[in-house]
């Protein structure tokens, strides 16, 4: 029988393996942050190892992408390899385990390897013709130069029983019987994902092992290959898959952009946002909490709190957001400070083409935080702050909605016209004189406000009205007043 225990009380070391065949996926990405959340918690160590060795598949542009995701969540490691730079130590390994009478050679031709097939009594598991080859006979083919592939020999007959303790999912067991002789390296003499990644553990003094629920079934191939090494293997602990609405997984190939982290990023998340929603899809901290702080998370951690099952994001063709996701976003704007919130926004306002002052973003920031979830939305909510004209009014939106006309409109926007010219402007200057007009012309103050709004905004929902004409200035409001009354009266 073979055991995994967890570990002794040494720090932990924990590592985020994506191997760079695209974007950084949503799950991965959530993988990445139990890993970190787990070594910090516990003062450990974080190792970001690139799982680089599929060569047809792996390109710099997703490592690219990789590294850009990672950055943005603002996560550090402590440690960084690639395993492409480690191949000679997977060979090593191979060739020890082979030296132990634990692996043999296979010659079958690649394009006939009896592995990728299933035999009439059911699944491959074995060749007999290879597994049974003498050593002798195995070495001289081998020095002919005949190719071979190096599989492991998973012991047969002999009711062996692979076992160990999930930290998530509880006990688990295989009998060795069941587990096909996998291959550690193929014909070309590179390694394979179970070798490579095992052997880099083991030499890495990796003690935990955070990974996916769909690798699960890997631990039982990945647990002789840890006894052929004569290392004791890590604990395990594998998270619960995150799927779409309808119970698929997650796939890049099927959801597209849905399910990268760039693209969040890209919509205006803030990164504590989008981490503290990717940890509550599968882990919770059992007191009802969903709006938390990084800080708040990592002192929760644990993996006794990561559910079994597996994890909906709840995205449409129409909307690829999860709700929760864009109202947890909309809570951590509000929870910054209005210096923060407009050095996060000043990227935005860039790229939609204003000339934004650090200053200007910073008068604007408090009026708009409100009226936006995310950091995307606010160039549309306050695009009339930056723009010198706006665009041609509804003269339908200048009247007033309650009892009002275009004369009762023109009326208020001429009077306000003359009042604004001499007013001081500041938002209790602008109250106190606005409020007198409104007054002065027998109406409402919604009735006169609304006019006025919409002149100077373009809008009839807008921030509020003093602090926005504050932060505009007298002449941009006189000038846009202008323009509307011009409009009011070409309609007349």
Known sequence: ??????????SPRVRFAPSPTGFLHVGSARTFIFNWLYARHNGGTLVLRLDDTDVERNTDASVQSIFEGLRWLGLSWDEEYKQSERLALHRRQAEAIFAKGLAYRDFTPAHADPGEQSSSQGAWLFNPGMRELTREDSDRRATSGEPFALRYRVPRGEDRVLRFVDAVYGEQSKLADE???????RSDG???????????????RITHIIRGQDHLTNTFKHLLIFEGLSTPPPQFAHLPLLVAPDGAKLSKRRHGPVVSVTTYRDAGFLPQAFINFLCLLGW???DDREFMSLDEIREAFTLENVNRSNAVVNFTEEDPFDPKAVWLNAEHIRALSVEELSRQLAPFFAQAGFEATPEKILAVTPLIRERIKLLGEAPAAADFFFLPQLAPYDPAELIPSKGGDAAMAL???QYAQEVLATTNFDHDSLDQA???????LGLKAGQAFQPIRVAVC????APPLFE???VLGRELCLARIRQAMESLQTRE
């Open 1 to 10: 029988m073979t055991d995994s225990a967890p570990s002794s009380g040494k």
């Open 179 to 185: 587990v096909e002789d996998f291959a550690l390296l």
């Open 190 to 204: 590179n390694p394979t994902y179970h070798l490579a990644s095992c052997a880099d553990d083991a030499d890495l």
């Open 284 to 286: 919770s901290p059992k």
């Open 411 to 413: 009326r208020v926007l």
């Open 434 to 440: 606005l409020r007198a007009a409104a007054a002065h």
């Open 458 to 461: 373009g809008r009839k929902n």
């Open 468 to 470: 926005t004409m504050t």
